[in-house]
T-cell receptor, first 115, second 114 residues
Framework: EAEVAQSPRYKITEKSQAVAFWCDPI?????LYWYRQILGQGPELLVQ????????DSQLPKDRFSAERLKGVDSTLKIQPAELGDSAMYLC?????????????FGEGSRLTVL | GENVEQHPSTLSVQEGDSAVIKCTYS??????FPWYKQELGKGPQLIID?????GEKKDQRIAVTLNKTAKHFSLHITETQPEDSAVYFC?????????????FGQGTTLQVKP
């Protein structure tokens, strides 16, 4: 069964360092989403791609966060510099029809701890 | 924008009992309402969904009801089993198609005691 792949699963870093997360969506899924999930809360959308184009990054803290999906397939989310409040699970999801219409398929997430 | 409220935040039931989780949404244009189950250390996984043209949907022990007028929807799990223990999230759509997005509730931690 096709899955959304994410790496690394766990990342521990010190504040002010740079971190990067990678996501490979299910083949054929044009839409890709990065969510942030703080412990005990629901996922919050950071950025949404349609192929290689950003559809919505209104909730992405652009002073320190960046995201790209250069060839419209895999994607990278970067944080520089990391802050203590960035500690969270970063979830990548993809969808065949788009989140407005159907199921999101999530990866297992990348858990970030900032010391 | 869309806002989704979910209650309760925690729910503990005895094995075999029923569990009900409720959500309300704010955007009257929302038309797709999925429910996800998240097990420890994993990403959320869809368990059931409902569209706005349907009032109720059932899949074995799981059912979802939707009241568009009141803008609320509920997840019902009957004959609960220990493996149902997990965090459950409701979501509602904002926008449609490829530009739409899903807004999540805060989650409900369900514990099923043997």
């Amino acid at each position: 069964e096709a899955e959304v792949a994410q790496s690394p699963r766990y990342k521990i870093t010190e504040k002010s360092q740079a971190v990067a997360f990678w996501c490979d969506p299910i083949s054929g899924h044009a839409t890709l989403y990065w969510y942030r999930q703080i412990l005990g809360q629901g996922p919050e959308l950071l950025v949404q791609f349609q192929d290689e184009s950003v559809v919505d990054d209104s909730q992405l803290p652009k002073d320190r966060f960046s995201a790209e999906r250069l060839k419209g397939v895999d994607s990278t989310l970067k944080i520089q510099p990391a802050e203590l409040g960035d500690s969270a699970m970063y979830l990548c999801a993809s969808a065949l029809q788009g989140a407005g219409t159907g199921e999101l398929f999530f990866g297992e997430g990348s858990r970030l701890t900032v010391l | 924008g869309e806002n989704v409220e979910q209650h309760p935040s925690t729910l503990s039931v005895q094995e075999g009992d029923s569990a009900v989780i409720k959500c309300t949404y704010s955007d009257s244009a929302s038309n797709y309402f999925p429910w996800y189950k998240q097990e420890l250390g994993k990403g959320p996984q869809l368990i059931i969904d409902i569209r706005s043209n349907v009032g109720e949907k059932k899949d074995q022990r799981i059912a979802v009801t939707l009241n568009k007028t009141a803008k609320h929807f509920s997840l019902h799990i009957t004959e609960t089993q220990p493996e149902d223990s997990a965090v459950y999230f409701c979501a509602a759509t904002h926008g449609s198609g490829n530009t739409g997005k899903q807004i999540f509730g805060q989650g409900t931690t369900l514990q099923v005691k043997p």
